[in-house]
């Protein structure tokens, strides 16, 4: 299995000197060869499984920490098929659900708005399936605009593409990050879609105090409720839900960062992203270049004296 895995590792990226292998190699000297031939290397490349030395105790703690990784990762596939029969059990599912999509939005007052979708099942999270929604809805700050946008796209585009029923395309339950209002909010959706009995739906609510193990459970046409602090299920989904507001907070801030690189720069027309990314590299901010003197902007590495006029002038006035 080692001696396929290296040529497939390698493949796309240059080996290095040295590969340290926990044991002999027969194919070793073809492997070596085979690598140095493929990304035409001026150095030659050593396969070796040291027996003694600092080479061996770095064998030694590496299969040491795979050996808990893969321990960690069995651990937590048994975890996730208790958590997936523990919440068919508590939504009265026929079977543990193959495909969980969570949702969660994030927003600043309104600005930059993002709808972040996860999803989950029995093999764990699938993060290839991750999908991230830039939210046009115009009315800032509306939380339940927002939720439905998402469900639209999400759902209308999956009908215009045949994923209704596929178990690998189309949820078995969604799980949405709020409360009784972003349920009617997704309900509305799949109602007009009629499609709202084709998964359950559940919004998680945290409680006043907002502690982890304090969440309301709401579902359409049923009271809500909640679990024990211990229950499986419930730890389950607060780390379905934890994945999700992860997500959706990281895309919102690359987001927000990217807004706010696209600062007063970018009104002057002879400023592209290459000037741009020098000024704020020199300078720190958008405000601080708006700030600069003359030779200041002079000073900064490919903007010319003439450019440097243009920028002064656009801030100071000619």
Known sequence: I??????QFYGSRPPPRTILVSHDLTEATLIEQGLAEMHKLKYGVSVMAPQRGDKKRIID???KNAQEALVRHAIERAGDAA??????EIFGLDEAPQRIEIYDNSHVQGTN???AMVVAGPEGFRKNAYRKFNIQTTDTGDDFAMMREVMTRRFKRGLEEGHQGDPDKWPDLLLIDGGVGQLNAVMEVLDNLGIADDFAVVAISKGPDRNAGREWFHR???????????DVGLMYMQRLRDEAHRFAIGTHRARRGKAMIASSLDEIASIGPSRKKALLQHFGSGKAVERAGLADLEAVPGISKA???VIYDHFHGS
Do not use: T
């Open 2 to 7: 080692l001696a396929a895995f290296l040529p």
């Open 307 to 309: 450019v440097a006029r």
């Open 61 to 63: 703690f590496v299969a």
């Open 83 to 88: 958590g997936l029969a523990k919440v068919a």
């Open 113 to 115: 708005k993002i709808g």
């Open 220 to 230: 359409r046409d049923e009271m809500p409720f909640q679990l024990p602090i211990d």
